[in-house]
């Protein structure tokens, strides 16, 4: 069985931004290799995972996407030896100076976010919070070793090592959403020890962040029957509001709303109700955010559901997350699926 806090470890090292996520693929294939029957890369990028099912053929499908793409910045600018940067997906801007990074220019090299003294900025901007343009980052070099080394488009990637707190919780970068890359591993696993009639594809999607394109696509070449998206949500933290964030290491969620599925979410609640593992409703009247949305709305249509793993400090170097949510979003999800029959799809109607 994986040791899923080590195997974190080695995910949230690696860098993966979206759109450039081939230095996390091979990580996830060597773990999810072994507990499928088939491993392929879709034209965009996103990993395929299949394990069989028992059931007779042709098989009813589910897959479950785990976005594997992170956040991160890329060079808009070389000036007088610094670097200017824009951001890949949402980067929260205000806890930026001060970042260690890594600049992935001809070669590899350290670097850190800086900015400029505060009398420096415009008045207006002296005693508030710094925008990414006025932001740079310095490796430390001549002008002309950085011209050399560094090109308009190179990535920058958040380079601070994990921490392993007390309590079984992960600190670190790009934690969203590579816990629940983790969590499907450990659903794999569990699922590779009993039968199920379904085949499951378990896909580590490209893109989520800069717009689905991963979920699209595969969920288009594969054609599942069922959808499942897991991924992260908002844990509550310093000054966050009790309605809007959910506790720490105190059970996943279930999101509800017009993304899912009512029966989908109605059998999934029972099954989590019935092992006694703990979970939160979270109420999402809209788009969710998540890869389900585009699974949802692919061809004529998936049935979808959302897990969720209450992470702190969203999109910041320092996310924090639960190992036992993790799991417990795996195990929740290998149960699903284990109970799916053939007959299951005539019990599904859409009833709000």
């Given at each position: ?144 070793e950085v011209t050399q080394l560094v090109r308009v488009g190179d990535i920058v990637s958040f380079s601070q ?192």
């Amino acid at each position: 069985m994986t040791d899923i806090a080590n195997f974190l470890k080695e995910l949230i090292s690696a860098p993966g931004l979206s759109g450039y996520e081939s230095a996390v693929r091979p990580l996830i294939e060597k773990v999810w290799g072994p507990v499928t029957d088939e491993i392929t890369v879709s034209k965009l990028g996103s990993l395929h995972g299949l394990q069989r099912g028992t059931g007779l053929e042709p098989r009813k499908s589910i897959l479950v996407a785990t976005h594997m793409d992170a956040i991160g910045l890329m060079v808009s600018a070389v000036v007088d030896g610094f670097l200017r940067i824009t951001s890949i997906g949402g980067i929260d801007a205000r806890i930026l100076p001060g970042q260690m990074v890594t600049v992935h220019g001809r070669q590899e090299l350290p670097g850190m976010v800086v900015a400029s003294p505060a009398r420096l900025l415009p008045i207006s901007m002296q005693n508030d919070i710094v925008p990414l343009e006025y932001l740079l980052v310095d490796v430390g070099l001549l002008p002309e070793e950085v011209t050399q080394l560094v090109r308009v488009g190179d990535i920058v990637s958040f380079s601070q090592l994990p921490i392993e707190a007390d309590g079984e919780i992960l600190v670190g970068h790009t934690l969203d959403n590579r816990a629940s890359v983790a969590a499907l591993a450990h659903c794999l696993e569990l699922l590779r020890t009993r039968p199920h009639a379904w085949d499951v594809w378990a896909v580590a999607t490209v893109q989520e962040e800069i717009g689905l394109g991963g979920a699209f696509t595969s969920a288009f070449q594969l054609r599942p029957s069922l959808a499942v998206a897991i991924d992260v949500t908002f844990a509550s933290g310093p000054g966050s509001p009790s309605h809007m964030t959910f506790p720490l290491g105190k059970g996943i969620t279930l999101i509800w709303g017009p993304n899912i599925h009512p029966f989908l979410f109605k059998t999934i609640k029972e099954l989590a109700e019935g092992l006694e593992i703990p979970f939160h409703l979270e109420p999402t009247p809209s788009h969710t955010g998540t890869d389900t949305f585009a699974m949802q709305v692919t061809a004529d249509g998936i049935p979808n559901l959302v897990i969720g793993i209450p992470l702190r400090y969203m999109h910041t170097p320092v996310e924090m997350v639960a190992i036992k949510d993790v799991m417990r979003a795996g195990r929740l999800i290998a149960e699903f699926i284990a109970q799916l029959d053939e007959d299951f799809m005539g019990k599904l109607t859409w009833d709000d």
